[in-house]
């Protein structure tokens, strides 16, 4: 998700950058670095994980004029990383972006809470339900948080958008982005088979390196 700095007050670009900073403050910290050290193959899937987020940035579509969309791909990072080194990978792949087409400006901590902390977060509590629900059912792990999941999560994150912009005043903005809803119907099918085969394919080739998934629950039984 890009958006152009255009449709934003300069008071609500400098609360975004503010809670970015915070935000990266709290991920930095709660990262678990000494895992990710431990195992060269949880590095490489960091590395590789980081690279693919690079290229779905880059594939991205005009929505309307100022407002880009690409596939968020987040929900497939927290399955594997968790919340807060999704939220890293997310930052950083943004950041290098912003840098490599010289674009860095105050908009970018807006498109990174848009794009990366909120699918990130909603993510995140999704799977927290997940795991905490008795079903031991393996589909509803793989199914309603990979593809549903990641669904929901999209929408989630296109809704906030509505309320940023309609906080920004963005009238004619939020009425152009209504009368051309049809992509999000095509791009959400899309977000949700894109992750849930990568979330389906982690955990039945690689379950070890997928952070959320409870083998002992799903498998044992």
């Given at each position: 998700?890009?958006?152009s700095a255009d449709y934003f007050l300069e008071p609500f670009l400098w609360l975004s950058v503010i809670t970015a900073i915070i935000v990266l403050i709290v991920a930095a910290y709660f990262s678990p670095w000494k895992a990710l050290l431990q195992k060269s193959?949880?590095?490489h899937a960091f590395c590789?994980?980081?690279l693919s987020l690079v290229v779905m940035m880059l594939?991205?579509?005009s929505w309307v004029d100022g407002v880009s969309i690409h596939f968020l791909m987040m929900t497939s990072l927290v399955v594997v990383f968790g919340w807060s080194l999704s939220v890293i990978i997310g930052a950083s792949a943004q950041l290098m972006l912003a840098l490599w087409f010289d674009q860095l400006s105050l908009v970018l901590s807006v498109n990174f809470l848009l794009a990366v902390v909120v699918p990130a977060a909603v993510s995140y509590a999704i799977f927290r339900w997940i795991i905490l629900h008795k079903s031991k059912n393996l589909f509803v792990f793989l199914l309603g948080g990979g593809f549903f999941g990641?669904?929901?999560t999209l929408l989630v994150s296109l809704l906030v958008l509505g309320l940023v912009l309609l906080v920004n005043q963005q009238w004619s903005l939020l009425q152009t982005l209504y009368d051309k809803?049809?992509?999000v119907v095509l791009l959400s099918y899309s977000e949700?088979?894109?992750n849930g085969l990568i979330v389906t394919a982690l955990?039945?080739?690689f379950p070890s390196l997928v952070r959320t998934f409870d083998e002992k629950k799903y498998l044992d039984s």
């Open positions: 998700m890009n958006i193959e949880r590095q590789a994980a980081w594939l991205q579509i990641s669904i929901a809803s049809l992509m949700g088979f894109l955990t039945v080739f």
